[in-house]
């Protein structure tokens, strides 16, 4: 038996098909390139070594491990690779520190280059990294470095950026780095002894050989290491760089489903629309003995050269988009001759696809043998009322498994497992599209109600068209709701964090500018009236600053630096005031990071005298903090620094204030650093994060206009007679075309405000099991309306297209051929 339903036919299909497959494709192919590029770098890492020796965990190598490797048995070489750890204190003693890598000055080749100035050549020199040098860095510029977060900062002249080449460093190039020479190292107090050996074996030596040899080497001297082949090494270390695209790998592996699922509905929507349609034809077929098994075959055989057909299609479109991706530079650390394409790939695309057509046509295919041999002869079908009252009792159970999905998500806010947010957002979608006919009666309803009714005769008509098919609407409607659901739940979610991690942000890093290195009180009124007529700059402050001793002591330092801070005072400089709260006269306002607990009684020691204070731990960016009276009790009239705190204008993220700041000061000594670059990194991944979103909505949204576009298309051929009543009754052409553009628009939109409302409710749910019930305050919950809006705007606007070309048909029916249909 041939099969019933050619490709022409199908299109809608075959388009679906293909743009899930093409998605599919480009999410392998670029988590198989980010592999092979980390596997690539991990490689080179390593060089031409056999062996990796490697100091036992919280342990380091002596300064022997070397000469004792060397010396074994089947060693041709051994490289020595030096690595120390320090902090970057961005905000002065403010806080703000990052962990940072420190290395030797490498020579420039190989992937390794010099991007700006030059090498360093002695002790108060250093290079930085790219990813240092962006954040608030020039060369020139003075950086402020600490052994651990809360000792005192040394400051190091920065002479040059160096981009680092795999070969130089163990981690990620993506790292930050600093390069100092031998001098500097030493006087930052960084060990000399080696992070790791690297050693080649001589020809004709195992590397299983060469790993007991050195084995018995580093035991015979009682050296403690750990020793390991290189191919180990390479795959430990491909594995820890596996960071560098997983935001967007992570993106692509949940909307790559999602993709496959508005597909899927697509895919079902259009072959139970186009068997409906041949219901006659398959009546004809089973009269001259067709029977059912061969009617379903024929259904499915028409699935499976769509699901090749678009399999097919869409996998080259995928490889091109995925070669256009790495060629772009769009995704940082993603290169272009990394491209892997595998074989594999390709096939596991294929297979996915077709199965996804196959599984989506099965109900369509059984309800084709389902159709009686007496359609052919009496043109009846089953019963409506039959039928109605199925979907009534779906729709029923719909709405049950919808309260419980909303339920088990509430719960899940509570419960604060992001597992039963999933679980609850699945049930919730489940139900609305079971009750989706409900929903459609009552939505058009509405809006007959609200469109004034016989005075907008073309709304009117369009909402009783689509209460009198509610299945053929809810039908239409799915693929758009379940992509306008993930698209609102993720744009929710994000706006949330977002929103949430910007108020953080604000309070752990309230100084937007703090200068530090200023030694006394005339200059500091200098500097800052310099400071305030810089471009881009609203306020600033001189705060003094005291070294003090400390008792008990505060992680393992008896010496601190506190800010005599007075907060009225402080209060046009800050973003917030989170680190101010509880500060009074007999307290000590500090952070987590000093190891003192609520309420802990300490004694500050100054050049001048002592004060007895409770301590209070606030989770913010100011660093110990204590009123200027407590600071005159410690030292007198004279603090023994001083700090200058700017505020920028707008909210904080304007990165080229910090140097305009640096250019009016005309201070390369002075330490200017911005807590700035935190917030733009944190809104540059946001902003990454939502193209992403964008970019695969935009897919599934061309998947859905080809749905509806083939659903409008069907219906426009089953109405014939009843546009030619229309055309007969005088309504005119334009009339019939906007009735049926219409239809969609009200259609598309029912969709996108469902899918807005639930989608909304799954990401904030998301976001409030995620950061916790006790962290309410920090916590704010956000609408993206624009985000919204814009995405029912698309929608409507999927609407218009699909319907364009069906609602120029249908104005096109002459009444009376129309009506002489049989």
Request: charge should be negative; glycine fraction near 10%.
């Amino acid at each position: 038996m041939p099969a019933m339903l050619d490709l022409r036919r199908t299109l809608a299909a075959l388009v679906a098909v293909a743009m899930s497959a093409a998605l599919i494709v480009f999410s392998f192919i670029i988590s198989d390139t980010a592999a092979t590029q980390m596997t690539a770098a991990a490689r080179a890492s390593v060089g031409d070594a056999d062996v990796v020796i490697l100091p036992e965990w919280g342990g380091e190598l002596s300064e022997e491990a070397a000469g004792t490797v060397s010396a074994a048995s089947g060693v041709a070489g051994v490289r020595s690779y030096t690595e120390g750890t320090i902090w970057i204190d961005r905000m002065g003693s403010g806080g703000g520190t990052e962990f940072t890598y420190v290395l030797d000055v490498p020579s420039p080749s190989g992937g390794t280059r010099l991007v700006e100035g030059r090498l360093p050549q002695k002790e108060g020199e250093i290079a930085v990294s790219p990813s240092v040098a962006e954040q608030d860095v020039a060369v020139g510029s003075a950086m402020a470095l600490k052994e651990d977060p809360v000792a005192a900062p040394t400051t190091a002249a920065v002479v040059g950026v160096i981009a680092p080449g795999p070969e130089i460093t163990r981690w990620s190039t993506a790292e930050q780095y600093i390069f100092a020479t031998a001098d500097e190292r030493a006087a930052l107090g960084l060990s000399t002894a080696p992070a790791a050996l690297y050693a080649s074996a001589t020809s004709g030596t195992s590397t299983q050989d060469l790993m007991d040899s050195v084995s018995q080497a580093l035991d015979a001297v009682g050296l403690d290491a750990s020793v390991y082949s290189a191919s180990d090494i390479v795959m430990m270390r491909a594995s820890n760089m596996g960071d560098m695209n997983s935001t967007t790998q992570m993106l692509l592996q949940l909307l790559g489903p999602v993709c496959a699922v508005v597909a899927g509905i697509v895919i079902a929507t259009t072959f139970s629309t186009l068997v409906a349609r041949q219901a006659r034809q398959t009546g004809l077929l089973r009269c001259i003995g067709a029977g059912r098994a061969q009617v379903f075959g024929s259904v499915l055989r028409s699935a499976l050269a769509t699901g090749l057909a678009g399999s097919v299609v869409g996998t080259i479109l995928g490889v091109e988009l995925a070669a256009l991706l790495t060629r772009s530079g769009l995704v940082d650390g993603l290169e272009a001759r990394y491209l892997t394409v595998n074989r594999q790939t390709i096939v596991l695309a294929v297979v996915l696809s077709t199965a996804v057509t196959l599984v989506a046509v099965v109900r369509p295919a059984r309800q084709a043998t389902r159709v009686s041999p007496l359609v052919a002869l009496t043109g009846q079908v089953a019963d409506e009322r039959s039928l109605s009252r199925r979907r009534m009792r779906t729709a029923a159970a719909g709405v049950v498994v919808a309260l419980i999905g909303l339920g088990i998500t509430w719960l899940s806010m509570w419960a604060q497992v992001v597992v039963y947010t999933a679980v609850g957002a699945v049930l919730l979608v489940l139900g609305v599209l079971a009750g989706l006919p409900l929903l459609v009666v009552g939505g058009a309803r509405l809006v007959e109600w609200l469109g004034g009714g016989a005075r907008r005769p073309v709304l009117q008509l369009a909402a009783r068209n689509l209460a009198r098919n509610p299945g053929r609407a809810a039908a239409t409607t799915a693929s758009l709701l379940v992509t306008v659901t993930v698209g609102a739940t993720l744009l929710s979610g994000i706006a949330s964090v977002n929103a949430s991690m910007s108020a953080l942000l604000g309070a752990s890093a309230p100084v937007d500018i703090r200068v530090d290195g200023i030694v006394a009180a005339d200059e500091a009124a200098a500097l800052a009236a310099r400071a305030k007529s810089a471009d881009g700059v609203e306020q600033a402050a001189v705060v003094p600053l005291l070294d003090v001793g400390i008792t008990p002591s505060a992680y393992e330092a008896d010496e601190i630096t506190v800010s005599a801070v007075d907060p009225a005072a402080a209060a046009p400089v800050v973003r917030s005031d989170k680190g101010l709260e509880g500060l009074d006269d007999h307290t000590l306002v500090l952070a987590n990071d000093y190891g003192l607990a609520e309420g802990t009684a300490v004694t500050l020691t100054g050049s001048h005298g002592s004060a007895e204070l409770t301590v209070h731990v606030a989770e913010a960016g100011l660093g110990p903090v204590v009123t200027p009276a407590v600071a005159e009790e410690l030292a007198g009239q004279e603090p023994t620094a001083l700090s200058l705190w700017v505020r920028t204008t707008g909210d904080g993220t304007d990165t080229s204030v910090v140097d305009s700041v640096r250019d009016v000061l005309q201070r390369p000594d002075l330490v200017v650093s911005t807590s700035a670059t935190e917030r733009v990194s944190f809104n540059n991944e946001v902003n990454r994060i939502v193209t992403i979103i964008v970019a695969v909505l935009a897919f599934t949204l061309l998947i859905t206009l080809s749905g509806l576009a083939n659903t409008t298309d069907v219906s426009v051929l089953e109405r014939f007679r009843e546009i030619g009543v229309l055309r007969a009754t005088g309504v005119q052409r334009g009339q019939v075309r906007r009735l049926f553009i219409t239809e969609a628009v009200l259609t598309s939109l029912l969709g996108g405000l469902l899918g807005a409302a639930v989608g909304t409710v799954c990401g904030m749910a998301a976001v409030v099991a995620v950061f916790g019930l006790d962290a309410v305050d920090s916590l704010v919950l956000q609408v993206p309306w624009a985000g919204l809006v814009g995405i029912l705007l698309a929608a409507a606007a999927i609407g218009v297209l699909a319907a364009l070309r069906p609602a120029g048909r249908a104005a096109a029916v002459a009444p009376v051929s129309a009506l002489a249909q049989e």
